[in-house]
T-cell receptor, first 110, second 115 residues
Framework: QQQVKQSPQSLIVQKGGISIINCAYE??????FPWYQQFPGKGPALLIA?????SEKKEGRFTISFNKSAKQFSLHIMDSQPGDSATYFC?????????FGSGTKLNVKP | GAVVSQHPSWVICKSGTSVKIECRSL??????MFWYRQFPKQSLMLMAT?????????EQGVEKDKFLINHASLTLSTLTVTSAHPEDSSFYIC???????????FGEGSRLTVL
């Protein structure tokens, strides 16, 4: 059973636009929700993370919105740039285990 | 963020040989490290959880005799792919969690190609 469901699988956005990636989870025991950015041939890099006691966290152009009641969280990339083109993974953590979404390949067109 | 170093970044070996991949936490102590395998265009598949000073915990379906994991110190975990075969060719990534905190940091990954 997939613990974290991520959508869309791929996303094309024009430069300057907003990229939105969504994730949903079932296990209410999850207490940490990070987003990772991965470039081809590289390991994932932690982008931004949130805990369930807040509904939104913003770091620069990246914002996580968290809806505890709906068990959903999303990543918003404002003013998307071609350099943001990468694969993004959401994750959810419970104690010592991390569960990853299936990934979203983002392509920002110049 | 914390730095996790993985070595080698790529390795080519002959079928039947063993390959060791190292994962080091450079600026923090990690009581727990994780090993993942990633197939092209797919998500990360957790292989095992490595705990310092104790045996690794393997995920269902992962052969513990093929993928030997050792976590000898708070900053080093190793994955040894024994008697490698072409189907073991993959991208292996380690990660480490800062003790007492939530963040999980990844190494750069190791591309294994078995001929």
């Amino acid at each position: 059973q997939q613990q974290v469901k991520q959508s869309p699988q791929s996303l094309i956005v024009q430069k300057g636009g907003i990229s939105i990636i969504n994730c949903a989870y079932e296990n209410t025991a999850f207490d940490y929700f990070p987003w990772y950015q991965q470039f081809p041939g590289k390991g994932p890099a932690l982008l931004i993370a949130i805990r369930p006691d807040v509904s939104e966290k913003k770091e620069g152009r990246f914002t996580i919105s968290f809806n505890k009641s709906a068990k959903q969280f999303s990543l918003h990339i404002m003013d998307s740039q071609p350099g943001d083109s990468a694969t993004y993974f959401c994750a959810a953590s419970n104690f010592n285990k991390f569960y990853f979404g299936s990934g979203t390949k983002l392509n920002v067109k110049p | 963020g914390a730095v996790v170093s993985q070595h080698p970044s790529w390795v080519i070996c002959k079928s039947g040989t063993s390959v060791k991949i190292e994962c080091r936490s450079l600026d923090f102590q990690a009581t727990t490290m994780f090993w993942y395998r990633q197939f092209p265009k797919q998500s990360l598949m957790l292989m095992a959880t490595s705990n310092e000073g104790s045996k690794a915990t393997y995920e269902q379906g992962v052969e513990k005799d093929k993928f030997l994991i050792n976590h000898a110190s708070l900053t080093l975990s190793t994955l040894t792919v024994t008697s490698a075969h072409p189907e073991d060719s993959s991208f292996y990534i380690c990660s480490a969690r800062v003790s007492g905190a939530g963040e999980l940091f990844f190494g750069e990954g190791s591309r294994l190609t078995v001929l």
